[in-house]
């Protein structure tokens, strides 16, 4: 309960519900997929299975233009098949340690705490969950080379469960999310504290930073300038204009920032040129994903494995030491 309200009193939850009805429905008919619309703007095309049905919970946004599609192709692997390969994830096994204090019950209300739901219904909050899987980090570190210059911020980042692999799997000294559902938040600082105790080899030498903030905040960009940001992920299927606009703005304003991926494009190219950041890329890591140069990148997610995601990237120039008198 919050305010006096029952779960089911907050659209997040409506959404949900008609959701699970619908996936129920398509189960029974022997459907692969099941289109429904939601407040007729976002549109989910999913598999009749449960297990879809946390990550893609549509959110309640004010923004016209957070269609969504989402769903397993014929030709991929099913949900039992993903959920084996990221079992065999070498990181897989550090994620269930640093991770065991999130409860089954939270993670059936979409990672949202009880007390939390009314937050569900402000202007630009998205509470729905999607993960790229381990593997789709992998591809993101890879197509990058993230080392030990750089430092890495998920913008909406949960539990910080892709902080964490970043961390463990790159040269990347320190890793920053930014979220703003207060429960999420103290995972992720949860999160950072076991790994350090569990696995402090892994860690060591690495720090996690987490923001329990607003993405349209200004003074985020200064915070995120004080951090050293260069490397930004954000999984943004649901962002409306605004809160894209904001992401926008912390790359143009943020003149380190060498590299920008989202899901959906930034709406200014002109502001973005102007400011020498373009939409392509040439892979710099050792997997080189393709294609290099058209500003897509494929990450396999948990509802699909071919997701393609925008890239945005400026060159850095780097500045001459300062001369020293004599």
């Not at 309200?5 to 997929?33: E, N, T």
Request: glycine content about 8%; hydrophobic content about 40%; some cysteine.
């Amino acid at each position: 309960m919050a305010g006096g309200m029952g779960l089911m009193a907050y659209p997040y939850f409506q959404m949900r519900k008609s959701l699970d009805a619908s996936m129920d429905a398509a189960a029974a008919s022997g459907s692969d997929s099941q289109p429904d619309t939601f407040n007729g703007r976002v549109v989910s095309r999913l598999a009749g299975v449960r297990e879809a049905f946390r990550s893609v919970v549509p959110g309640v946004g004010k923004g016209d233009k957070a269609s969504l599609t989402y769903g397993l192709d014929k030709d991929q692997s099913t949900w039992d098949e993903k959920d084996d390969r990221m079992k065999s994830h070498p990181y897989h096994k550090v994620h269930q340690k640093i991770f065991s204090a999130i409860s089954e019950d939270y993670d059936e209300t979409g990672q949202i705490a009880r007390d939390e739901v009314g937050l569900t219904v402000l202007k630009n909050i998205f509470a729905q969950m999607g993960i790229v899987t381990y593997y789709g980090v992998d591809s993101f570190l890879d197509a990058f080379d993230v080392s030990e210059n750089d430092v890495f911020c998920d913008l909406g980042s949960g539990t910080g469960n892709i902080v964490m692999q970043v961390l463990h799997e790159s040269r990347c000294k320190r890793a920053v999310g930014v979220e703003f559902i207060p429960s999420r938040h103290e995972h992720a600082i949860a999160a950072a504290k076991a790994a350090h105790k569990y696995f402090p080899d892994d860690f060591k030498d690495k720090e996690a930073v987490f923001l329990q903030a607003d993405l349209m905040k200004p003074e985020l960009i200064q915070e995120l300038r004080d951090l050293k940001v260069n490397v930004i992920l954000t999984h943004s299927w649901t962002f409306d204009e605004e809160l894209l606009r904001s992401i926008q703005n912390i790359a143009i304003e943020n003149k380190d920032v060498r590299v920008l991926v989202t899901n959906r494009p930034l709406p200014d190219e002109g502001k973005l040129r102007a400011a020498g950041i373009k939409h392509g890329y040439v892979a710099s890591g050792p997997t080189k994903p393709q294609p290099t140069g058209s500003g897509m990148l494929p990450l396999e997610a948990d509802w699909n494995e071919n997701n393609e995601f925008h890239v945005y990237t400026r060159k850095i120039i780097p500045q001459a030491p300062a001369a020293t008198s004599a």
